[in-house]
């Protein structure tokens, strides 16, 4: 799951600094996050995973809901910079970046809801995006407390046709 926000990053130092192993990442880490802005999403999420929160100990803007550093960080995130990869449906990018930073924050978000966010994830990253309808008929299934199994089975068959 983290090579996506990976693959991102070493391209990035490859385009920056000519190399994917630099001896200071963490430097460059911190002066990516400073300017969220100014840079690809994957970019800017590995770079928090590269910088530690002075708060709970982890890895920032991935603690607890509740951390104030890492909520900060969290809704800093989002001011990146955001791509539709080619061939892709525009907003799938949008999707595959909240889907995966819920996944790898699951603090404070129901079972139901991370769950689904985590199944959709190997589908979003093929390119697919469900219809409004068929997104809404998951989360309906969620609710009504399908299991894993039945989730997955109609994530996996419904998104395709989308
Ligand atoms: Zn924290």
Redo the contacts with the bound molecule.
């Keep these: 799951m983290d090579e996506i926000v990976e693959g991102g990053w070493r391209e990035f130092l490859e385009h920056e600094f000519g190399t994917s192993e630099p001896p200071d990442e963490r430097l460059i880490a911190e002066m990516v996050v400073d300017e969220p802005d100014k840079h690809p999403w994957r970019v800017v999420d590995a770079a928090y995973d590269r910088l530690s ?1 002075a ?2 100990g ?1 890895k ?1 803007s991935r ?1 607890p809901a509740g ?1 104030g ?2 909520d900060l960080a969290n809704g800093f995130r989002y001011t990146a910079i955001e791509v539709d990869r080619p061939g892709v449906p525009p907003g799938n990018e949008h999707s595959l970046r909240v889907n995966l930073a819920v996944t790898r924050r699951p603090s404070g978000v129901s079972e139901s809801e991370v769950l689904l966010r985590r199944l959709s994830l190997p589908l979003l990253l093929d390119g697919h995006l469900p219809t409004r309808g068929t997104a809404h008929a998951t989360k309906a299934m969620a609710r009504a407390g399908a299991t894993e199994a039945e989730l997955a089975a109609f994530v996996y068959s419904e998104w395709r046709n989308a």
């Design positions: 929160c708060e709970c982890g920032l603690g951390c550093p890492c």
